[in-house]
């Protein structure tokens, strides 16, 4: 069906998307010595099934994406609570990390990109295939660009670059005029940069589309026409709650 079957304990900090079974354990209490009970304590501890989750048969059923989270019970009693936490973070830079920046300012040889992180990356005019002094890409205030991070860490402004250790674009560059640009869950981009994407997979099956996906969130969509991009648009955003059955329905349609 396209769900994943996972032991619960062995997701916790993983990305869970809807539809994916988290399996308990049958007999939490001879589950090893983490699992012992405590002298007095409640023969079976309960287990608390938080948001983003509902009970089934063999476990808990994911019902929105984001990390798998546990806390135990307090004494050695199985138990304690699972759930989802699907608090949006804000995109922290990571070098070699490829993302999709906005251009907001021209400041001599640099320009200044909005990442969707706390401050703005810096890009040199020279940092694009073919790029000399007197052969300067066109870049303009508003511009997308796809690249990726050179330096990215606490003390240093976040520094992107549009070549490889070759000098090569390598598909990286100013993202075409029309399209469009919008923003998902980190947990969801994690997912769909995966190889073999399901999801992918099944929208290469709709139309010829171009598609970038930046690992700050953002992902720029272009199909021949406006409603075929809204489509592509819409699926991936429901992608975030939807169960991979009712995707293929709605993929179906």
């Known amino acids: ?63 929105k994406c984001g ?18 936490d699907s608090q949006q973070k804000r995109y922290v830079p990571v070098k070699g990390d490829h993302v999709i920046g906005i251009v907001t300012a021209k400041a001599g040889d640099v320009f ?49 670059v549009c070549i490889d250790s070759s000098g090569r674009s390598s598909g990286m560059g100013i993202i075409g005029q029309d399209g469009f640009l919008f923003k998902v869950s980190l947990g969801l981009i994690r997912k769909l940069l ?11 099956q709709l139309y010829p589309f171009e598609l970038v996906l930046g690992m700050n969130g953002r992902i720029w969509v272009k199909a021949k026409t406006v409603q075929q991009t809204l489509i592509i648009v819409n699926i991936l955003e429901a992608c975030e709650y939807m169960t991979a059955e009712q995707r293929k329905q709605a993929l179906s349609l």
């Not at 401050?119 to 990726?148: C, H, I, M, W």
């Not at 995966?194 to 290469?204: G, M, R, V």
Request: glycine letters at 14%; charged letters at 20%.
């Open 67 to 84: 990390l798998l989270r546990h806390r135990r019970a307090g004494g050695a009693a199985a138990g304690g609570a699972y759930w989802v």
């Open 194 to 204: 995966a190889p073999k994407c399901e999801i992918i997979q099944e929208l290469s």
């Open 1 to 63: 069906h396209g769900h994943n079957l996972g032991a619960a304990e062995a997701c916790v900090g993983q990305v869970v998307l809807p539809g994916d079974v988290l399996l308990l354990p049958a007999h939490p209490d001879e589950d090893g010595e983490r699992l012992r009970l405590g002298a007095g304590a409640a023969p079976r501890g309960r287990l608390l099934c938080g948001p983003g989750l509902r009970r089934c048969g063999v476990g808990l059923l994911v019902t």
């Open 112 to 160: 200044k990109l909005d990442v969707g992180g706390s401050e703005q990356a810096s890009l040199s005019y020279l940092a694009f295939e073919g790029a000399t002094k007197r052969n300067r890409p066109n870049v303009q205030v508003g511009d997308l660009v796809y690249g990726q991070f050179l330096v990215a860490n606490k003390d240093m402004e976040p520094e992107m």
